[in-house]
């Protein structure tokens, strides 16, 4: 079983940045797909971002791309997602998640994610 626990959230003025951690505990996650999802008030959970095990395929959301960058240190077990240009519309509560299908495969499906985190929150003031 591995636990996972996202910080880094806040309250960020539009335009600006922040960086977020997904920290893994109970097992290494060193080969599992990672994921980033978020989830606004009244709205589902939607994909974000996803790494495979070794960083070498990213998938990010259309509305995301060119702004957020997901990355992994698996000697740290942490995940990590940087976003940067938010706006009011990246409001959401942000969940991390590992997958427990093919690490080969970044995926964008939240049914293919077997673990989840409690959420960090993201707040942008316009």
């Known amino acids: 079983q591995v636990q996972l626990v996202e910080s880094g959230g806040g309250l960020v003025q539009a335009g600006g940045s922040l960086r977020l951690s997904c920290a893994a505990s109970?097992?290494?996650?060193?080969?599992?797909?990672m994921g980033w999802f978020r989830q606004a008030p009244g709205k589902e959970r939607e994909f974000v971002a996803a790494i495979t095990w070794s960083s070498s395929e990213t998938l990010y959301a259309d509305s995301v791309k060119g702004r957020f960058a997901i990355s992994r240190d698996n000697a740290k077990n942490t995940l990590y997602l940087q976003m940067n240009s938010l706006s009011p519309e990246d409001t959401a509560l942000y969940f991390c998640?590992?997958?427990?299908?093919?690490?080969?495969?970044?995926?964008?499906?939240?049914?293919?994610?077997?673990?989840w985190g409690q959420g960090t929150q993201v707040t942008v003031s316009s």
């Open positions: 998640a590992a997958a427990g299908l093919s690490p080969w495969v970044a995926y964008s499906d939240r049914t293919r994610y077997a673990y």
């Open positions: 109970g097992r290494t996650i060193s080969r599992n797909t």
